[in-house]
């Protein structure tokens, strides 16, 4: 599929009513742009002379942003002040009202990269609504005319061309004043008084993160998306044509007991090629027949930054038809080519006239949901962000980024402290600070609980692990708890990798006998080198009583692995376990794959590996993740995998695909009740306990968690026609979160000890959560997970609580360790992933007893 197919295949490109084209049409946004250069398209028709005139808000040269203001009923303009309704959780559970803190394990002094904010007492923030008369479409020209008056000259203030916050409250609800433009119009500016709110107001907290984003740029920082970066201060990695800017992701919240601003070190990934040498480059490596084809294919889909204006842009399409020297429409009407637009505008001169011109969708924004907005990039001056798809798998590539981005505690410290110098030194950030009232403090310290380290459960005996995050050599002298034995299989390769086959299934002999696993030879077929001979011949074998599919593949060629994975989780379901030639050419570390397969094939028949001890009976836990579909615009995939057992050993997993473009889940009671049955099938009776754990949710999307899936979780289980009502408790879990802890040994800062859990100080007053380090960083800083108990009528203390949730951190059966979220979650993860990336539909029913999906 072409790139332009495949743009069209999201919805981006429409046609548009042949009727209206070039027909004048009112315009679709009420605000232009402060830059004039802006034409637009909504339509399949990319050349702007060619669009028509009711979509000529929506197409960019490449940079530029509009504000669409909210008509109200009668059809005039009017406003919308942000609000953002706080979600208490909290209130709602009686048992941690008072004190959601543990006091298990050792304490432990933790430094975090969170500053203490201070404010007056009576500190209050004003907030006001501009209006013009007659009405400005320059935002530039807005700001100007009020910040010219005498009366704002000295005052702390922030405009955002509609809505005036300041920090002193003007003498009059209502005051009128009037201005007067360059052209001589005379503009009347009513200034009305909406709110007076108070330090710990939401509003507020909004606020203070605009004064932090001007006291970045008064640091020489430029902002791409959200965060800051530093382009004075790249690190170069010449040998892959790298650069990194150093730089802060950034907020400040409202913490238990004071207000904090929060710096997170991070880097920004750029390629010091233009994609036009990248396109050149390829042009001349590849086959020219080919080379539109292989060009989108390794380009749509990326990020790319215009360094001109700093701004990210996705690569949706690549338009060959147009060129810098084709024209667009500016929103005064008049016509400008590409390449005078950036001679005029940036002092730029485009060197290439023949150049195709990238695409990208801009994001909708305002009430114009249904339009659609381009901009045209042209190559030259785009860079590459991140790792294009050929280079990922350079080792030696990801070894040296890695030796630059993953900073260890007390590099990342360095250049914290080297922030806080930088603020406060600053003249211009210092008098930022102080005209708001604000006062920058020092780096906060507090004290954190390292929980007891697990017992590893196995079939005749304890394993006190070596290494508390990974046990994977204990596990080649304990018995795994249980495993039907595998008699009848099958591994299909190509003739040249007959003998990596042959030795594989040696190897697999070997190891599996300690393990307690029991390995017949299986049958070994030859085929060609391409997937439809591999397809063929698994049609042909398969039968009822195979038990496992192994294919050893010569290339890691993703049609390939999908096909395969499709045809036996959906066509004839049967587990499958596909490995690459390549790795089983490593003669040196056999044992070692070996055993790693082993493990995950047990798991594939519906294994048991190993245990830890659960004192809750009769509980059921369940992890929920949600996905982008990877192939169909607007699908997502929902992985719902829920224990079976009282061990937490067994489990049941399903995906639902969902017509949404959303992250929220709206088929929780139909996969409830199918993990309730099988719950039922195997123990007789019902779990008395139920603890959800749902991943990939934002702070914004809590409220909807909270008032749409609960709900449906709740429903499912409490049916009015029976007398089951089980205890519940829903955990949201995020992954990355800003705060980072250090712990200070021997005089050096280093990563906290595994275990270890925050739930005061650097927690939301208004949550019930806690943070849980429970992976072990290799190299760098380990980053936190984020719990946030949203719903709990289970009553357990928060102690038991984050015990248990450490403890699902070690069940997890494709890796013999910890990881950084609880089993459930991961195993939902997995299994949205593999629809989501390969097979594009439900998989079978009769594979939701195993874990067919690792």
């Known amino acids: 599929m072409t790139g332009r197919a495949r743009v069209r295949a999201r919805g981006l490109c429409r046609s548009p009513d042949p009727s209206k084209v070039g027909q004048p049409q009112p315009a679709s946004l009420s605000h232009p742009t402060t830059c004039d250069s802006e034409a637009s398209t909504s339509t399949s028709l990319l050349r702007t002379d060619r669009i028509p005139q009711r979509f000529q808000e929506g197409v960019s040269a490449g940079d530029g942003a509009r504000r669409t203001l909210i008509q109200d009923k009668r059809g005039g303009k009017t406003w919308s002040s942000f609000l953002e309704l706080g979600i208490h959780t909290r209130e709602k559970l009686a048992h941690v009202r008072d004190c959601k803190t543990g006091s298990s ?23 006001y609504h501009v209006a013009f008369s007659p009405d400005l479409a320059s935002k530039r020209l807005r700001i100007a005319l009020l910040y010219s008056h005498s009366k704002f000259l000295k005052k702390a203030k922030v405009f955002d061309g509609a809505m005036l916050f300041l920090s002193e409250k003007l003498e009059e609800k209502v005051t009128e004043l009037s201005g007067e433009t360059q052209k001589g119009i ?22 203070f993160n605009i004064i932090f984003k001007k006291i970045f740029r008064k640091l020489s920082m430029k902002q791409i998306g959200r965060n800051f970066f530093s382009p004075s201060d790249p690190v170069e990695i010449p040998q892959h044509k790298l650069s990194l800017w150093p730089g802060f992701a950034i907020s400040v919240s409202q913490f238990e007991n004071k207000l904090m601003f929060t710096a997170n070190v991070i880097h920004k990934v750029l390629r010091n090629e233009t994609i036009l040498e990248f396109m050149t480059d390829l042009y001349n490596r590849k086959d020219k027949s080919l080379f539109i084809e292989t060009c989108e294919k390794e380009l749509v889909g990326c990020i790319v930054l215009t360094r001109y204006n700093n701004k990210t842009y996705r690569i949706d399409d690549i338009d060959w038809s147009v060129k810098p020297t084709d024209t667009f429409q500016r929103r005064d009407g008049t016509k400008i080519t590409y390449f005078d637009y950036y001679k005029q505008q940036y002092d730029i001169t485009l060197s290439d006239l023949s150049q195709p011109m990238l695409v990208s969708q801009l994001k909708s924004k305002g009430i114009d949901s249904g339009e659609v907005r381009i901009a045209h990039l042209v190559p030259e001056l785009c860079f590459l962000t991140g790792l294009i798809k050929k280079v990922t798998s350079d080792f030696c590539l990801m070894k040296d980024l890695a030796a630059e981005t993953h900073l260890n ?34 780096q906060v310290s507090l004290t954190g609980r390292v929980v007891p380290s697990e017992k590893i459960l196995m079939q005749d005996s304890i394993c006190q692990p070596m290494s508390a995050a990974d046990w994977s050599r204990d596990m080649r002298n304990y018995k ?111 044992m070692s794959i070996a055993t790693k397969i082993a493990m995950q094939v047990v798991c594939k028949l519906g294994g048991e590996l190993w245990a830890v001890e659960i004192p809750l009976k009769s509980l059921m836990v369940v992890g929920i993740d949600v996905s982008r579909e990877a192939c169909v615009r607007g699908h997502s995939a929902v992985g719902f995998v829920a224990s079976s057992n009282s061990r937490i050993t067994r489990w049941f997993s399903r995906c639902i695909l969902q017509n949404t473009n959303t992250d929220i889940a709206d088929c929780l009671k139909v996969c409830m009740k199918g993990a309730l049955n099988k719950w039922y099938r195997y123990n007789h009776c019902l779990p008395a306990r139920i603890i959800v754990y749902r991943d990939g949710v934002g702070d914004g999307q809590l409220q909807t968690i909270v008032d749409y899936e609960v709900p449906q979780l709740l429903s499912s289980l409490r049916d009015s026609s029976s007398s089951y009502s089980p205890k519940v408790s829903v955990i949201v879990v995020r992954k990355s979160c800003m705060p980072r802890f250090f712990t200070e040994m021997n005089r050096t800062l280093q990563n906290p000890p595994l275990g270890t859990v925050v739930d005061s100080e650097a927690t939301r007053p208004e949550w019930y959560d806690f943070y849980l380090i429970s992976q072990a960083a290799c190299q760098g800083t380990v980053t936190p997970t984020y719990y946030n108990v949203i719903y709990d009528d289970n009553g357990l203390k928060p102690d038991h609580m984050q015990r248990l949730t450490y403890k699902l951190c070690h069940l997890y059966y494709n890796w013999p360790g910890l990881i950084k979220i609880p089993a459930p979650c991961q195993y939902a993860h997995k299994l949205t992933f593999l629809v989501g990336q390969s097979i594009h539909r439900e998989p079978s029913m009769e594979l939701a007893d195993y874990l067919f999906y690792l």
């Open 105 to 127: 394990g050792v304490p432990v002094k933790l430094v975090t990269n969170l500053f203490s904010l201070g404010l007056p007492r009576e500190w209050h923030l004003f907030q």
């Open 186 to 207: 005379h503009v009347t500016i009513t200034i009305t008084l909406i709110s007076e709110l108070p330090s710990s107001s939401p509003m507020c907290i909004q606020f």
């Open 409 to 442: 505690p007390i590099r990342r410290q360095q250049r914290l402290s080297r922030l806080a110098d930088d603020i406060q030194r600053n003249t211009e950030a210092r008098f930022e600070l102080e005209t708001w009232g604000l006062q920058f403090g020092c």
């Open 480 to 590: 795994i708890l249980g495993v039907q034995p595998l008699n009848n299989w099958l591994i299909v390769c190509s003739h040249r990798n007959e003998n990596a086959a042959e030795s594989l299934q040696s190897c697999l002999q070997r190891v599996s006998g300690p393990m307690g696993f029991h390995v017949e030879k299986p049958k070994i077929i030859k085929v060609q080198e391409n997937t439809v001979a591999f397809i063929r011949a698994i049609q042909q074998h398969v039968n009822p009583d195979v038990q496992l599919v192994m294919c050893v593949l010569s290339s890691n060629q993703k049609d390939c692995y999908d096909s395969v994975k499709r045809f036996l989780s959906l066509d004839h379901p049967v587990p499958s376990q596909c490995v690459l030639a390549r790795t089983l050419s490593r003669q040196g570390m056999m």
